[in-house]
């Protein structure tokens, strides 16, 4: 069956240091991916989208992903993380194209931000 | 503001109860779902709506309903047979039910067993 994982239910960082927030997907021509923040009690927001046009996507707050075929794998980034950024990460495939209905939600990676 | 409003923010539900769950979007969208949220996991299918008067099982139906009577309304009903309700439900919708729309989230209801 096809899946989506995140390598890391939890990582912390120092305010200011990078973020790397880790998602693999399986095999597929051309799958949707799109990244989504939850905080806590509220709902997901979209932070970006591939739909096969740049490899490299960018996102709100300055996150962005990086498509990388090769390697399945779809990798969340932000160069300075911010107090802010402390929240629930979810990487989420659609492999079937078609109805959302496909869609495949990670079990999401929750950052913690340390001062 | 455009959005999606989910009500009540908290719900209790006693034995034998059935509860439903208010879900009203200003979006104009043709599309909405329903999402289980449970602690350490993802998010799980319940139903979903593609157009109005039109409805499809996601990967948890068993012990839902659901109606699609008006575009902007997809309200969720948690019956009794629903053994284990308790959890964080989330409606979203999106413009059309294709994989390229990125969805738009309500805030949320909190379903606790009395």
């Known amino acids: 069956a096809q899946s989506v994982t995140q390598l890391d239910s939890h990582v912390s960082v120092s305010e200011g240091t990078p973020v790397l927030l880790r998602c693999n997907y399986s095999s597929s021509y051309s799958p949707s991916l799109f990244w989504y923040v939850q905080h806590p009690n509220k709902g997901l927001q979209l932070l970006l989208k591939?739909?096969?046009?740049?490899?490299l996507v960018k996102g709100i707050n300055g996150f962005e992903a990086e498509f990388k075929k090769s390697e399945t794998s779809f990798h969340l980034t932000k160069p300075s993380a911010h107090m802010s950024d402390a929240a629930e990460y979810f990487c989420?495939?659609?492999?079937?194209?078609?109805?959302?209905?496909?869609?495949?939600f990670g079990k999401g990676t929750k950052l913690s931000v340390k001062p | 503001d455009g959005g999606i409003t989910q009500s009540p923010k908290y719900l209790f539900r006693k034995e034998g109860q059935n509860v439903t769950l208010s879900c009203e979007q200003n979006l104009n969208h043709d599309a909405m779902y329903w999402y289980r949220q449970d602690p350490g996991q993802g998010l799980r299918l319940i139903y979903y709506?593609?157009?109005?008067?039109?409805?499809q099982k996601g990967d948890i139906a068993e012990g839902y309903s659901v109606s699609r009577e008006k575009k902007e309304s997809f309200p969720l009903t948690v019956t009794s047979a629903q053994k284990n309700p308790t959890a964080f439900y989330l409606c979203?919708?999106?413009?059309?039910?294709?994989?390229?729309?990125?969805?738009?989230f309500g805030d949320g209801t909190r379903l606790s067993i009395l």
């Open positions: 709506s593609q157009i109005v008067n039109d409805f």
């Open positions: 989420v495939v659609n492999y079937y194209g078609g109805s959302q209905g496909n869609l495949i």
């Open positions: 591939y739909t096969s046009a740049a490899t």
């Open positions: 979203a919708s999106s413009q059309w039910d294709t994989s390229n729309q990125p969805q738009h």
